[in-house]
């Protein structure tokens, strides 16, 4: 064989392999867009549980005023923040403490507790969190196999070449694992 033809085959699997690298860095910045929508798709769906459960304690704890006014203002802090998990962290890891503190006032409140609405925006709110967590893992696994890819050589020389840059990670606590789960209501037993 030539000399000229094993550069040939040298370069073009030098080019295939490059290629491919590339390719799989725009795949993966799918995997991280699709992830983060629907990361995105479950905080506004806590975001549109939030006034419900709001409206239901004021109803039965209408002197913890400035616990509702906090929740609220942090809520619609939070749906108007746009961007990727960076922006977002901050302003949800606050509507996670003001959710906390408004569960947290929930308690002293039996009737509250005991209320089939109040049990059933607090289930919710529940779910809504597993689903938050679950769809966070995803888009940070996401994220983690990018970022990797971006710091390992050879891959890093296509990283910078198609300016393909690492991604924040999205952490935000539940709302509902210090408050635990939703109590159960007990009913009433007559007295003898």
Known sequence: ??????????????????????????????????????VETELRRR?????????????????????????????????VVTGGAHEHEGAENVLTEGLRHLLAVSEAYP???????????????????DRIQAARRL???NVRDHNRRVEQIPSMLIARIGGFDQHDYFEVEPAVRIAGPPPVAR???PSR
């Open 139 to 141: 888009f940070n696994g």
């Open 1 to 38: 064989m030539s000399p000229l033809i094993i550069v040939g085959i040298a370069v073009g699997v030098v080019v295939c392999w490059a290629l491919l690298s590339f390719n799989r860095f725009v795949s993966q910045r799918q995997l991280i867009d699709n992830s983060w929508s629907n």
């Open 111 to 129: 009737e509250l507790v005991a209320s089939r609405h109040f049990l059933e925006l607090q289930r919710e709110l529940v779910t809504t969190e």
């Open 47 to 79: 975001h549109d549980l939030v006034p419900n459960l709001v409206e239901t304690v004021r109803g039965y704890a209408s002197h913890e005023q400035a616990t509702l006014v906090e929740v609220i203002e942090a809520r619609q802090a939070a749906a």
């Open 187 to 189: 009913p009433e037993l």
